[in-house]
């Protein structure tokens, strides 16, 4: 019997979900590795800051003028100038005074002020912003005990009005790249599990279908020899011919 050959080659579908299936998984891991670089990180140290109790003590606003780089348009940018704002507060867990900042982002912005404005092209715009604020800090919260966060290790002069990193963020960087790692494994295993199963089904049917021949063909073979041993058998009924009888007749 000749060996049955079965073809392993995907078709064109099955190659293209293959790809998809691929892709999907190296988009996972990327997506996992510069989401974690770039929002995971920060989200965990935000995270690891602790909420302590602040007093605002005294709110400052220094002679000394910074820059911000402000944009008109795709090609159009600048440079103007803002008041710097510094609020000090003391915090329940240092029992110091510390310098408040409004998020992680103003933090790394300007770390001497308090508060860093939208950066706009007037000059006077940008000291009103940093006025509103001085009055409303001077005026409404000057006397009452307000929540911040306070990380003893890594700033212990700083403390943080309001998280510019949740735990959504945190949930948001493992979960959609996870989804996309998750989608393209399945994508792969599913049509190499119906391709494998596919080879085994036609396996079968060539297998069947060559089981079918090989007993057709010895039908065939049976067939005739029996039909000579039946001519060459003398009939039921024959009567055999003496030979005095064959010469009385001549």
């Known amino acids: 019997m000749a060996k049955m050959r ?23 891991i990327l997506s996992l590795f510069i989401l974690g670089f770039c929002w995971l990180s920060p989200t965990l140290q935000s995270m690891q800051s602790k909420p302590a109790n602040c007093t605002v003590v005294s709110v400052l606003r220094p002679e000394e003028m910074f820059e911000c780089v402000f944009t008109c348009g795709t090609d159009c940018k600048g440079t103007s100038l803002y008041p710097c704002l510094q609020i000090f507060v003391n915090n329940s867990e240092s029992n110091s005074l510390a310098l408040l900042h409004f998020d992680e982002k103003q933090l790394v912005l300007n770390p001497k002020c308090s508060y860093v404005p939208p950066c706009e092209r007037d000059n006077k715009k940008n000291k009103e912003d940093v006025l509103w604020w001085q009055d409303y800090w001077t005026k409404e919260l000057s006397s009452q005990s307000f929540t911040c966060f306070f990380n003893q290790q890594r700033r212990p002069d700083d403390v943080l009005w309001r998280h510019s990193h949740d735990a959504s963020v945190l949930l948001h960087c493992v979960l959609w790249p996870m989804v996309s790692l998750l989608v393209g494994t399945l994508i792969v295993l599913l049509t190499v599990c119906a391709r494998s199963l596919a080879v085994r089904a036609e396996a079968i049917q060539k297998r069947k279908c060559s089981y079918e021949l090989a007993n057709s063909s010895e039908q065939g073979k049976t067939t005739p020899n029996a039909n000579t041993a039946a001519s060459r058998t003398l009939p039921m009924f024959a009567v055999p011919v003496r030979r005095r009888d064959r010469e009385q007749d001549h």
């Open 6 to 28: 079965v073809s392993y080659e995907y078709s064109e579908a099955e190659d293209k979900s293959i790809r998809l299936g691929l892709f999907l998984i190296v988009c996972g």
